[in-house]
C-alpha cells in the first residue's frame, strides 16, 4: 500500500483554524478512501472526514456528525495530497490525528469511518500528527 505522511497539525485557541496534509506516495485519487481519523487523551479512536473519487472524478464525501459545517477535505491530484481544512476549532477536537487510506472497498463503503476496518492489507496509516485546541 502507498505510504501515507501526515502533517499540519498545530496548537490554536478556540475558534481558530488548521489545515492538516496527508501525502501519498505512488497515490492514485480514484478508488481510494482518504481521510482522518482522531484519538484523544482517553478517548476512543474516532473518524472525522473522508473522501472518495469516483472513476467519473466525482467526490464523496464523509465527515463526523461533530465536525460537518466546520471541517472539509479536499484533494490535490498533482500533489498527491489531500487535505482537512479545520474552521472553528473547538477543545474538543484536540487529539493525534492520523491519515488513513483503503482501497478497493467502493464508494458505498459502510465501514469508511470506523477505525477496525483499516486493518487489512488493503489499507494504510499514516503515522499522527498531533493537534491542540485551547480555550
Known amino acids: 500500500q502507498v505510504p501515507l505522511r501526515d502533517s499540519g497539525g498545530g496548537s490554536v485557541q478556540a475558534g481558530g483554524s488548521l489545515r492538516l496534509s496527508c501525502t501519498a506516495s505512488?497515490?492514485?485519487?480514484?478508488?481510494?478512501?482518504m481521510g482522518w481519523f482522531r484519538q484523544g487523551a482517553g478517548k476512543e479512536r474516532e473518524g472525522v472526514a473522508f473522501l472518495y473519487t469516483t472513476r467519473d472524478t466525482r467526490d464523496i464525501r464523509r465527515y463526523a456528525d461533530s465536525v460537518k459545517g466546520r471541517f472539509t477535505i479536499s484533494r490535490d491530484d498533482a500533489a498527491n495530497t489531500i487535505y482537512l481544512q479545520m474552521d472553528s476549532l473547538k477543545p474538543d477536537d484536540t487529539g493525534m490525528y492520523f491519515c488513513a487510506a483503503s482501497r478497493y472497498k467502493g464508494p458505498e463503503w459502510t465501514d469508511v469511518m470506523l477505525p477496525g476496518a483499516y486493518g487489512d492489507s488493503l489499507s494504510t496509516w499514516g503515522q499522527g500528527t498531533q493537534v491542540t485546541v485551547s480555550s
Open positions: 505512488g497515490y492514485t485519487s480514484t478508488n481510494y478512501w
